[in-house]
């Protein structure tokens, strides 16, 4: 795999993780330059973000969950 195939194929990879451009365009600069500890840091960054984001989901599915299993025992 050639530079250029390897930094596309790093640049899809973080498109799919959800990272936005200004993300990708300093992750991939930190990697030119050798920072790969400051690369690592900003992936762990977005991850926590997107973790944080799925909790918050989770909280509302389980709000719609109870409120579900409310309306169901109140008909028994």
Do not use: P, W
């Not at 899809?12 to 200004?22: F, M, T």
């Not at 030119?32 to 960054?45: P, V």
């Amino acid at each position: 795999m050639s530079i250029n195939e390897s930094s596309e194929s790093i640049i899809q990879n973080l498109k799919d993780a959800g990272c936005d451009s200004e993300t990708i365009k300093h992750f991939m600069e930190d990697l030119q330059k050798g920072k790969e500890a400051s690369g690592l840091k900003r992936l762990a960054a977005h991850r926590k973000n997107l973790l944080d984001s799925l909790h918050r989901e989770q909280k509302c599915i389980d709000c719609l969950d109870y409120l579900v299993y409310q309306m169901k025992k109140a008909k028994e």
